[in-house]
């Protein structure tokens, strides 16, 4: 409390001793910050709340298994088509763009163990999850902001239904699910793509591609990356739902939601990925 004081006083001698201009320019700077701050804050204290009721509700009968099979359908397989194309770009980049590095080096012969642990250790689940947060996300923002503003999910409570359990809890576990198993699915078409961009360069049997690229590569090295893409999908699930059911304003609302639910959970899906990588590290090296 002290401190706090003595921190005001200074700012409150420093304000006045401005000038009247410069002052009142300083004090609506301060109150700019100040109220940006303020809505961080509300914002995560909302979401705190909105994640316990979610989080209750998952854990309660009756549980919405045709309403899982359903979103787990439209997450998982319609995104799949986007994450392998995704996937096989990736494979052909690190195919073209290592081959001439590894080259200067006198270092040609790691090339497929070097686009196989690029995949499987970091390109293959960032790019699935930013890939996901771009459709999905916008897609669930968007279909819960509507019901929003058009009070669908009033309606739902009205009649009996828990909108927490019946529209959040299943899109956040879709998403929880689907991330791993889309993730693989990149993988594998990225080291398919980056066999075949080596061997248009250099001739090279799959075969023999693989058995290089794999040599010396442990299940440890497959399944933490993999499994962190859990923590994306429940990023991305959470953050969408949020944004959706706290949608106001008619359609523009609904368009805010829509793109904050894919800025917010994008940036939210790097910042977590930096600390997993410091985890898996210190726990499966």
């Known amino acids: 409390m002290r401190l706090a004081f003595s921190l005001f006083m200074i700012l409150a001698a420093t304000l006045s001793a401005l000038p009247a201009e410069a002052g009142r320019g300083s004090s609506t700077a301060i109150l700019a910050l100040t109220s940006s701050v ?3 804050v509300e914002w995560f204290g ?4 909105f994640c316990k009721r979610v989080l ?3 854990f309660s009968a009756p549980f919405e298994g045709r309403e ?5 359908d439209n997450i998982g397989s319609q995104s799949l088509p986007l994450v392998a ?3 096989a770009a990736i494979g052909v980049v690190l195919g073209l763009q290592t081959r001439d590095s590894l080259t200067r080096f006198g270092a040609k012969s790691l090339l497929p163990s070097v686009i196989i642990y690029s995949l499987i250790k970091e390109m293959g689940p960032i790019v699935t999850g930013l890939i996901v947060s771009g459709r999905v996300g916008a897609g669930i923002g968007a279909e819960l902001g509507s019901m929003k503003v058009t009070e ?3 309606a739902m409570v ?3 239904v828990n909108p927490y359990k019946f529209l959040a809890s299943t899109r956040i576990l879709a998403c929880i699910v689907a991330l791993p198993l889309l993730t693989l699915v990149a993988d594998a078409a990225g080291v398919l793509m980056g066999w075949l961009a080596s061997t248009l360069a250099e001739p090279i049997s799959l075969r023999l591609f693989l058995n290089i690229g794999l040599n010396g590569v442990a299940f440890s090295d497959l399944l933490p990356p993999t499994l962190k893409t859990c923590i994306f999908g429940l990023i991305i699930g959470a953050v969408s739902s949020y944004q959706g059911m706290q949608s106001h304003g008619g359609t523009a609302g609904v368009g805010r939601s829509a793109t904050s639910a894919v800025v ?4 939210f899906l790097i910042v977590a990925d930096v600390f997993l990588v410091r985890l898996i590290i210190v726990f499966f090296n």
């Not at 909302?46 to 709340?49: A, H, V």
């Not at 899982?68 to 787990?72: A, E, W, Y």
């Open 158 to 160: 009205v009649s009996g």
């Open 152 to 154: 669908q999910i009033d």
């Open 46 to 49: 909302q979401f705190g709340i």
């Open 85 to 87: 194309l995704a996937g």
């Open 38 to 40: 303020l809505s961080v």
């Open 264 to 267: 917010i959970s994008s940036l």
């Open 56 to 58: 209750k509700a998952t």
């Open 68 to 72: 899982f099979l359903r979103q787990l």
